[in-house]
C-alpha cells in the first residue's frame, strides 16, 4: 500500500470551490481504480491562503493506472488550475505499514 500526497494552495474565496470539485469529481474518479483504498483531504490557512493536503491510499498499481509511467508527476484536473493558485507538479509517495 503507497500513500500519494499531493498539495494544492487557494484563496480563501476560491478555497469552497475546489473543495467541490474534489470531492464531487476527482476522488469519486480515484474510486474507481483497483487498489484504490481511500484518501484524506486535509485543509487549512497559512499566510492568507488555503493549503490542501491529499492523501490518497492505494496500491502501486493503482497509482501507475492513475498517474502513468511517470507516477511522481502530479495529475491535475481540468478545473483544478481555476480554483487553484500554485500546486505540486510531483506527488510524494510512501510505503504505508499496518499497525494494528
Known amino acids: ?10 484563496t480563501p474565496e476560491k478555497a469552497n470551490g475546489y473543495r467541490v470539485i474534489l470531492l464531487r469529481e476527482i476522488l ?3 474510486n ?4 484504490y ?10 499566510s492568507g491562503e488555503i493549503e490542501f493536503l491529499i492523501i490518497t ?5 493503482a497509482v501507475r493506472q492513475f498517474a502513468g509511467p511517470k507516477y511522481e508527476r502530479a495529475v491535475i484536473h481540468e478545473e483544478a488550475p481555476a480554483f487553484l493558485t500554485r500546486y505540486d507538479t510531483e506527488s510524494i509517495h510512501y510505503l504505508c505499514h499496518e499497525n494494528k
Open 1 to 10: 500500500m503507497i500513500a500519494r500526497l499531493w498539495r494544492g494552495y487557494s
Open 28 to 30: 469519486p474518479d480515484l
Open 32 to 35: 474507481k481504480s483497483l487498489g
Open 37 to 46: 483504498d481511500g484518501s484524506f483531504v486535509l485543509k487549512r490557512q497559512i
Open 57 to 61: 491510499l492505494e496500491s502501486m498499481e
